[in-house]
Every structure is written in structure tokens, then in C-alpha cells.
């Protein structure tokens, strides 16, 4: 009587995809990085019209979600704001998968403060002081700073969440390989949640991508070092490699692309793909002409 029922089900559930004309579209699967999320699904649905044959389903969760499903072969396109450890690629190559790493474009990783902060510049080395386990910057008078509207003077740190690739490369670029966070942050989801979260609370910084930039937030300039000009984070500085913190973005196939996901891939790197993550205010790989 079970298997009935499953039958049933099973034989509903391809009556409705007939209908819908789904069964006719071959699936991608694309999952990974939250920093890449919003312009995914931007290529997603432009190329419903370049190619209606093929659909793309996009779901973020974060790098390490999208490295863990192309490890397991249960991605055909992991998005990832890190490159893939060795001892990743490793995995995926015992379990018979062999990714290749694709560049998709360059984000400038933001460094957000609330609007009343008065700061106008931060050094790598603030940034890690703020940052780093027992790191010498807890309030904001450490760095000669008095932000209006924070009347405890403690710094609100905020941060991402350890699977995500955002918290990985910013962990690199600036704690250093060795350096951990330190305690107490606040570790948000998303990249949209850090800048959410900064808006709110006047004693918080917190870092994102670049394209979650809004008009109710401040971005500090930062500087390599006390001796070197700041740089605003834009995509013209990520494209250039001048802003300290700016950062490849991927896509992982499991090996070259082929078919469907060969054309989707060679789509995103042309220039109408390339003009969608210029839109969405990434650097594209290349110099492009758009519309």
C-alpha cells in the first residue's frame, strides 16, 4: 500500500512537470557564495532569453555550502569568494569530481561603518586591531574616534559566519594566516544582514561586499599602511587590485565545462554577462562596452 501511494505521488509529480514544460529545460544547479548570490541570479534570468532550453536554479548558503556540493557532485556550478583549499580539491578529486576553478569577476570587500561615524580612513593594521583576538582596538577611542550615538565607546564588531568565504578572505587579507577573530562578534548570515546590522547600530563596523552598498551606510577608505594614500572601495580600484582588499570572485566546474553548462559559462563571460556583474557593482574580468 506504501509503494502505491509513492507511485501515485511520483506519477502526479510528472504529470505536473509536463504540463508546466519544465521536462523540456535542462537544470543547472548553481549554489555557493552569498557575495555572488544577487548577480547569479541576475545571469539566471537573462539567459531564459538566450537560451529558453535551459534553467538555472541559484541558491546561496555561503562558499563553503557551494564547495561542500561540488565536493559531493551535487552541484554543476559551485560560487565560491575564496579559492578552494587543496585539501578540497582534494576531496573532490577521492570522490571522483575534478573542479576547475573559473574567474567571474573582482568585488571590492567594503569596510562598513555607521553614517555618524566620523572616521574617514582605516589602516590594514586598525582593521586587524579591531578584528584580531585580543587586538588592542575594543573601543572606538582607541583609534582617537568619538562616534555619536555610541555612549558606551565599545566597537561592535560584525562579521560573516565561518563558512563563508567573505569571512575566509578577509580572515587572510587581514588577521593574517594565523590570526583568529576575536570573541564576541557578531557573525550575520548574509552580506546584506552585515550592512543591515552597520545601518542600525552607530558603535558597529562590519565588512561585505561592495555591491551591498546603500546610501544609509558610510565606506571607509583604507589604507595599506600609516605611509600609503587610502583608497575608496569601488569597482574601478577592484578591477585595478589598488583597494588592499580587493578579491577574485569564482565559479567551480567539475571539470571543463561541457554542453549546457559549457554555453552558460562561455555566456557569463561574454560581455552581456560581463555588463550584468558591472550592473551589480563587481568589476567584470575584462574591460567590456555596455549599453
Known amino acids: 500500500m506504501q509503494f502505491k501511494r509513492l507511485a501515485v505521488t511520483a506519477i502526479s509529480t510528472a504529470m505536473l512537470v509536463s504540463a508546466s514544460g519544465i521536462q523540456a529545460r535542462n537544470l543547472i544547479q548553481n549554489k555557493g557564495s552569498d557575495t555572488l548570490v544577487n548577480v547569479a541570479q541576475a545571469w539566471a534570468e537573462a539567459y531564459q532569453s538566450v537560451n529558453p532550453d535551459v534553467a538555472v536554479a541559484v541558491s546561496g548558503g555561503g562558499s563553503g555550502t557551494g564547495i561542500a556540493a561540488m565536493i559531493n557532485g551535487t552541484v554543476d556550478i559551485a560560487n565560491a569568494s575564496r579559492k578552494m583549499k587543496d585539501k578540497e580539491v582534494k576531496m573532490a578529486d577521492e570522490q571522483g569530481h575534478h573542479p576547475v576553478e573559473h574567474t567571474v ?13 566620523p572616521a574617514t580612513q582605516l589602516t590594514i593594521e586598525q582593521l586587524k586591531q579591531i578584528y584580531i583576538r585580543d587586538g588592542k582596538a ?10 555619536p550615538g555610541c555612549s558606551s565607546d565599545e566597537i561592535v564588531v560584525v ?26 562578534t557578531l557573525d550575520m548570515h548574509g552580506s546584506k544582514d552585515v550592512v543591515d546590522l552597520v545601518e542600525k547600530t552607530p558603535c558597529a563596523i562590519g565588512y561585505s561586499g561592495l555591491a551591498y552598498a546603500t546610501d544609509h551606510v558610510k565606506l571607509a577608505c583604507v ?7 587610502c583608497v575608496n572601495p569601488s569597482v574601478a580600484s577592484a578591477s585595478d587590485g589598488s583597494y588592499p582588499i580587493a578579491r ?3 565559479m ?5 565545462p561541457k554542453g549546457d ?5 562561455d555566456w557569463i563571460l561574454s560581455d552581456e554577462g560581463q555588463c550584468i556583474i558591472l550592473k551589480k557593482g563587481y568589476a567584470p574580468v575584462r574591460a567590456v562596452q555596455c549599453p
Not at 573582482?106 to 561615524?117: E, G, K
Not at 562579521?159 to 590570526?179: D, E, I, P
Not at 567551480?252 to 571543463?256: D, L, M, Q, V, W
Request: proline share 1%.
Open 248 to 250: 577574485p570572485l569564482f
Open 105 to 117: 569577476g573582482f568585488d571590492a570587500l567594503a569596510v562598513y561603518l555607521h553614517q555618524d561615524n
Open 223 to 229: 589604507a595599506t599602511d600609516d605611509k600609503s594614500s
Open 261 to 265: 553548462i559549457k554555453g552558460y559559462m
Open 252 to 256: 567551480y566546474t567539475n571539470g571543463e
Open 159 to 184: 562579521s560573516r559566519q565561518n563558512n563563508s568565504g567573505t569571512y575566509a578572505y578577509f580572515k587572510k587579507a587581514v588577521l593574517g594566516k594565523s590570526g583568529k577573530y576575536r570573541s564576541g
Open 138 to 147: 575594543t573601543k572606538w577611542s582607541d583609534l582617537g574616534l568619538k562616534v
